[in-house]
């Protein structure tokens, strides 16, 4: 078992910041900075070299998108260095930005999901594993769209309903929890699916997760 | 060679370009002819009325009469000024401004407004310069037409042996009346348009209290709808989020009695404490996005409707060609203006395909939504055309519909944009 997990927290509000702070240490995460601003995460970044950073996307001085301009160019100085995006909405084309890399170890949740604590605190260890956490509100709004590719009208409702949780980067064996079937039928499904929309099968959770997503992000 | 099929093209352009010369001069004929025609009979019917109001205004000292009298004539005067304005700006090109005061209340109220109107003053006085431009309009139309009948006519009788050597003398003065007529027919338009027009241009007081009508009737609208907006962020919070709240508080209250008594029951309260919390959230996170949507905060206007086009049902292709954000009151109006024409089409239009763009233009901003759906949208319908209207309307700034059944359907709007 690897040491226990450094987490570097991004958060301007005092109250969301404590309430994070209580709850991933009580959790089991070492919380080696929690910091306000961006030039600040980026400096904790390189002071304590931490295992994942989780960010709010809006924070001072100019209160718009700069936790998440903040969190690309960390991506950008430590590639596929993992990121948890935390924000009180989530929007397609922000999650577009930040997968636009190719690399795994991407998070993008509603703050909300932070109330449920058990799912939240795996979706940190995964993003820190270089998983994928996608907000169910990213898929739904993605699936949602009236789709450019008849490929998509093909799927069952329940192979939807797969297609979705790997969107969210869940492993074979959640899904199987989640839905209550064997591994081995989402195993089954997962098959139709790659070969429904044409994407090369993969045994890579988060190959598979990118590939997904990616294919559900492109407009063409 | 090379130059071998360039050729034919390089020697039939100048031929075609001096049909093109043509045929605009004779375009420009039959123009000017016709705006002469329609004024002088703008004349005509003007003298009737001239008689009328000037008679008029010698009786009016003698009784009550004279004022209804007075105000039924200076109102008829005013759909043929209408019909001069459109004349002068077909033959000029320059808009007319037309700036009565709105007639309202009782009818006694319209006369005193009607005659107390400066404009009305104008018209009768624009009657006059009117019957004598008609008038001298005619005649050059008369020149320009009996000229060549007479060029034509002349010989024929001539060569009949009807006339003498005499009949011949007339010859050139029929050339001359013809190629004054011709000449001058468009020049001549042109200065007794503008005459006319200037005639009607309302003077600066007038157009002052014309704009601030405007003014006030769309700062009206604007105020309406932002109150109406309050009411209903305010019910929304109190039916919604508020609410939620108080499920919640009262879960939590409930659950804190029954720890000790029946954990299970306690943590069962939690649990719904939460779920109220989660759809208070959601709830807020909807009513945020109608007040003013995080994203347009963040990227502005471009990135906030490419957001839009990302969550619509209908693929839509996004060109906001803006180098700097706009003032956030017109980057929010134009937002919504954008969001209700795609909810439109995403509803109503079942097209496949649309359009947004938007662009600066030397002193104003264009918007265009396409959408390549069945048609059929009836601008008087609905209120969220009449939202787009109030929202542009505070800013000064107008749309227009064009859907015809089948499609495609295509909104325009134009505003301001001192830049």
Redesign the interface.
């Known amino acids: 078992m690897a040491s226990v997990t450094s987490v570097v927290l991004v958060e301007d509000l005092v109250l969301l910041r404590d309430g994070l702070t209580r709850l991933l240490s009580t959790n089991g995460f070492e919380i080696a900075a929690a910091v306000d601003t961006g030039p600040a995460f980026l400096e904790a970044v390189d002071a304590h070299h931490p295992d994942v950073a989780v960010v709010d996307v809006r924070l001072p001085p100019t209160f718009t998108d700069e936790g998440l301009h903040a969190a690309i160019q960390a991506r950008h100085r430590h590639p596929g260095f993992p990121v948890l995006i935390l924000s009180q909405y989530v929007e397609q084309l922000y999650a577009r930005e930040l997968l636009s890399d190719g690399e795994g170890g991407v998070g993008y949740l509603l703050k909300d999901r932070v109330g449920d604590v058990r799912q939240f605190v795996e979706a940190v260890q995964r993003v820190a594993d270089g998983g994928t956490a996608m907000d169910p509100e990213v898929i739904s709004q993605i699936l949602a769209r009236r789709s450019r590719r008849p490929q998509l009208a093909e799927l069952t409702p329940r192979e939807r309903e797969v297609l979705a949780l790997i969107a969210e980067g869940r492993t074979n064996a959640a899904i199987a929890r989640s839905l209550v079937i064997t591994t081995k039928a989402v195993s089954k499904h997962i098959a139709h699916i790659f070969d429904k929309l044409g994407l090369p099968p993969s045994d890579d959770n988060n190959r598979r997760v990118l590939a997904v997503l990616a294919y559900l992000n492109s407009n063409t | 060679m090379s130059i071998v099929p360039t050729h034919p093209l390089s020697k039939r352009r100048p031929a075609s370009g001096g049909r093109r010369v043509a045929g605009r001069r004779t375009w420009a004929a039959v123009r000017c002819a016709g705006g002469l025609l329609a004024g002088g009979f703008i004349a005509l019917a003007a003298i009737p009325l001239l008689v009328l109001g000037l008679g008029t205004l010698v009786i009016s000292p003698l009784g009550d009469l004279g004022a209804p009298f007075l105000a039924v004539t200076t109102w008829l005067v005013r759909p043929l000024a209408r019909a001069e304005r459109l004349r002068v700006r077909v033959i000029t090109g320059v808009p007319v401004a037309e700036a009565y005061r709105p007639l309202r209340g009782s009818l006694a109220a319209r006369v005193r407004t009607l005659l107390s109107d400066i404009g009305t003053w104008r018209d009768l006085g624009w009657l006059l310069v009117q019957v004598v431009a008609g008038g001298v309009g005619l005649a050059f139309l008369a020149a320009a037409v009996v000229g060549p009948l007479f060029m034509a006519a002349v010989p024929a009788q001539f060569l009949r042996g009807a006339g003498d050597g005499k009949v011949l003398e007339l010859l050139p003065l029929g050339a001359f009346f013809a190629a004054v007529g011709w000449s001058g027919c468009s020049p001549v338009a042109k200065a007794l348009a503008a005459l006319s027009g200037q005639m009607l241009e309302p003077d600066e007081t007038a157009r002052l209290r014309a704009q601030m009508e405007h003014l006030a009737e769309t700062r009206d609208e604007t105020v309406d709808a932002r109150a109406a907006e309050l009411r209903r962020i305010e019910r929304d919070l109190h039916d919604g989020a508020q609410a939620r709240l108080v499920s919640l508080t009262m879960s939590l209250g409930m659950a804190e009695e029954e720890f000790d008594r029946d954990p299970g029951a306690a943590r069962q309260l939690v649990v719904e404490a939460?779920a109220s919390?989660?759809a208070a959230?959601?709830e807020l996170?909807h009513l945020?996005?109608g007040i003013h949507p995080?994203?347009l905060?963040?990227?502005g206007l471009g990135?906030a409707v490419?957001?839009l086009a990302?969550?619509?049902?209908?693929?839509v292709e996004v060109d906001v060609a803006l180098d700097e954000r706009l003032p956030a009151p017109l980057e929010s109006a134009l937002y919504f203006v954008i969001a209700e024409a795609m909810a439109n089409i995403a509803r109503h239009s079942e097209a496949g395909w649309a359009f947004v763009r938007l662009w600066p233009e030397p002193g104003k901003l264009r918007l265009i939504v396409h959408d390549d759906g069945h048609g059929g949208a009836d601008p008087a319908r609905g209120s969220g055309l009449r939202g787009i209207g109030s929202r542009l309307a505070a800013f000064d700034g107008k749309f227009t519909l064009s859907s015809p059944v089948g499609g495609p359907t295509e909104l325009f709007a134009e505003l301001p944009w001192p830049q």
Do not use: C, N
């Open positions: 939460r919390a989660r959230l959601s996170r945020v996005r995080p994203v905060t963040e990227r990135g490419e957001a990302l969550a619509s049902a209908v693929p």
